[in-house]
């Protein structure tokens, strides 16, 4: 990377180096309040300037971390992200893109992988159009990744759940409903018998008992098609009078078994 102070100093006494300087003074303070690192690097000879931030997030000093070049950067950013960064940089250098952005792993100096988001941009070409100086950031977003990768588990766990919670009312289903189907068919048969009016009074009781529940256990499983969005609602009418004699059938039945 190439030093902006020995890229262009003249003219640093008359006003226009003084407004170079206020615009670096404006551009530190932006920095600063960032919190972000700043690497400036020179293309053709493949060498950068980093600030102390961009040592900071990995775990350095500028003089513990040393002169800045490809191999070092190479060294400290993990090899699966190599491929994306080479990607993004190229859409870029051929003006696919106003800037380059990439989120990538780099090593800590304690060994584990911390992410970055890398931006940046190219401020000078060659005559014949190729890179020639690029500045950009590092922004430690470690924090940020590792809310999503809790929030990626957290929504895998919620998805094994509910498919947990589908397989257990598919097996319920087949469980419940065929003892309870043949419950209601031998009580159709007994109902169609020659039996006395009090017999056939309590085996209607227990019929409409075992639809009832049939009927509740249908709207337990269609839980499933409510997740699914699938559940349809039909409207039928239906004897209220009937309803309520049944009804009473049922908790007399009842409040005679428990003595209420």
């Known amino acids: 990377m190439m030093n902006k102070t020995n890229f262009n100093n003249k003219g640093e006494g008359n006003e226009d180096g003084q407004l170079v300087r206020h615009?670096?003074?404006?551009?530190?303070?932006?920095?600063?309040?960032?919190?972000?690192?700043?690497?400036?690097?020179d293309l053709i000879k493949n060498t950068s300037i980093v600030n102390d931030r961009y040592a900071e997030i990995l775990g350095y000093t500028l003089e513990e971390l040393g002169p800045v070049d490809y191999e070092l950067w190479t060294g400290?950013?993990?090899?699966?992200?190599?491929?994306?960064?080479?990607?993004?940089?190229e859409?870029?250098?051929?003006?696919?893109?106003?800037y380059y952005e990439c989120e990538v792993r780099m090593k800590h100096k304690n060994g584990h992988w911390v992410w970055v988001l890398d931006k940046g941009?190219?401020?000078?070409?060659?005559?014949d159009g190729k890179p020639a100086f690029m500045f950009g950031s590092h922004q430690d977003i470690t924090s940020i990744k590792e809310i999503e990768e809790e929030l990626r588990l957290t929504k895998e766990a919620a998805v094994r759940a509910t498919q947990s919670k589908s397989e257990f009312?598919?097996?319920?289903?087949?469980?419940?409903r065929t003892p309870l189907n043949a419950v209601i068919g031998y009580l159709d048969l007994m109902l169609h018998g020659k039996e006395d009016e009090v017999r056939k009074e309590y085996l209607e009781i227990a019929h409409?008992?075992?639809?009832?529940?049939?009927?509740?256990i249908n709207d337990i499983l269609d839980f499933s098609k409510i997740e699914a969005g699938?559940?349809?609602?039909?409207?039928?009418?239906?004897?209220?009078?009937?309803?309520?004699?049944?009804?009473?059938?049922?908790?007399?039945?009842?409040?005679?078994?428990?003595?209420?």
């Open 23 to 41: 615009e670096r003074h404006r551009f530190a303070e932006l920095v600063r309040a960032m919190n972000a690192g700043t690497w400036e690097t």
């Open 76 to 89: 400290l950013t993990h090899p699966d992200d190599m491929i994306r960064i080479n990607l993004e940089l």
């Open 91 to 98: 859409e870029h250098f051929a003006g696919k893109k106003p």
């Open 121 to 127: 941009r190219v401020s000078e070409w060659t005559k």
């Open 169 to 176: 009312l598919a097996n319920m289903s087949h469980e419940i």
């Open 208 to 216: 409409t008992s075992a639809l009832s529940l049939l009927d509740l």
């Open 230 to 260: 699938k559940l349809e609602l039909h409207y039928e009418f239906f004897p209220i009078r009937s309803l309520v004699d049944q009804l009473k059938s049922i908790l007399f039945l009842s409040k005679k078994e428990y003595r209420v």
